[in-house]
């Protein structure tokens, strides 16, 4: 699976800020423009089980451009955004290990791809907005928490419940799509956001081609999200997703073998996150902890539900930037259509797909 969390055995970034400067309310310098590279590779091995043990190295390239549009130009609050992707070969989960949430979240087909173009505008309407449109990565906005972002696993990104649906996948790393994001935060705590989405982001044919296009007969991806935060101790968000077009069942329907269709994919997800009311003495950890669960229609899809939870202590050693220290857990569960048309065809599949990740 796919998500836009990044994290990795090795990650090297640099950030090139612009010689074009202003000044910001608080009096700071303010770049008009910035540029970002960043390279984040996995070292993997498999010792045990699975389909073969052995060793790959999983990596990644992405160039990113940002530009204050507003400011510069005397418009208003206007955000330009741009980013190349270099991925390389799946290496390790389809090679060694076999796994549907996949080991690594940046494991994904060789392709060099504009990943995210779009433009952000915000606005003022009893509270803060904005409308972002263009190619654009749901998991950058859209079920994600701060202490996700730890693990390596895809599980602990966007839910696999979402990121196995479509005929190419949601638009998300590393394959993304034209979309219309609004978001609009009311009163405190309030945040809700909501995106109209291409359906078949990329080319579902040709894995190495970017397209950017809008297709009736493909339709959309529509989805909403509801955040209220308890300042800084919790945040609880509810979503809620929905295809327009029509897609097969996962098991013959009628007596010649023939497939239903149905135009009814869709599902729902709850993350929280939580941390103490109070700050930790000096010295000692910081605590935060997730949990998410998300179900999808089993009719049209192979997974029905997903579980994850996880706590994550940000540590004060060792160095002056400290180091974080993880433990998560998740699960997806089989739909009872799909593991019963296996069942048809001679193939006993287990009811659920666990993992377990630590990290420091």
């Known amino acids: 699976m796919r998500t836009r969390i990044h994290a990795a055995a090795l990650c090297i970034a640099l950030s090139l800020p612009a010689p074009c400067l202003a000044h910001g309310s608080d009096g700071v310098e303010q770049p008009l423009y910035e540029m970002d590279a960043r390279y984040v590779a996995d070292a993997l091995s498999n010792v045990h089980g699975g389909l073969r043990e052995g060793s790959a190295w999983v990596d990644y390239l992405e160039l990113a451009a940002g530009f204050d549009a507003g400011r510069a130009l005397g418009i208003g609050d206007l955000k330009l955004f741009t980013s190349v992707v270099r991925t390389n070969p799946p290496t390790f989960s389809d090679r060694y290990v076999g796994d549907a949430m996949v080991v690594s979240n940046i494991d994904s087909e060789r392709a060099l791809r504009v990943l995210e173009a779009w433009f952000d505008w915000g606005f003022e309407a009893r509270g803060a907005g904005s409308v972002l449109v263009g190619l654009y990565d749901l998991n950058t906005e859209f079920d994600t928490t701060e202490s996700r972002g730890l693990f390596i696993n895809s599980a602990y990104g966007i839910g696999q419940e979402l990121a196995q649906t479509g005929r190419n996948g949601p638009s998300i790393y590393p394959v993304t799509a034209l979309a219309a994001r ?161 069942g048809q065809l001679g193939t006993d599949l287990a009811r659920y797909e666990r993992n377990m990740e630590l990290t420091w």
């Open 182 to 342: 609004v978001a609009w935060a009311p009163s405190e705590p309030w945040l809700l956001k909501f995106a109209v989405v291409d359906g078949v982001p990329g080319d579902p044919d040709d894995h190495h081609k970017s397209r950017w296009h809008l297709s009736r007969s493909e339709g959309a991806l529509l989805i909403g999200e509801i955040t209220a935060a308890a300042g800084p101790v919790a945040q609880l968000s509810v979503g809620h997703w929905r295809y327009t077009e029509e897609f097969a069942g996962v098991r013959p329907a009628l007596e010649d073998g023939e497939f239903r269709f149905e135009r009814d994919n869709h599902g729902t997800y709850v993350t929280a996150e939580f941390r103490p009311r109070n700050e930790p003495e000096p010295g000692a950890p910081r605590w935060s902890a997730f949990v998410r669960a998300g179900q999808a229609n089993d009719r049209i899809n192979v997974f029905e539900r997903h579980f994850a939870a996880g706590v994550v202590a940000d540590l004060p050693w060792p160095g002056a930037h400290g180091s974080q220290l993880g433990l998560a857990a998740s699960e997806a569960r089989l739909g009872d259509d799909y593991r019963s048309l296996r």
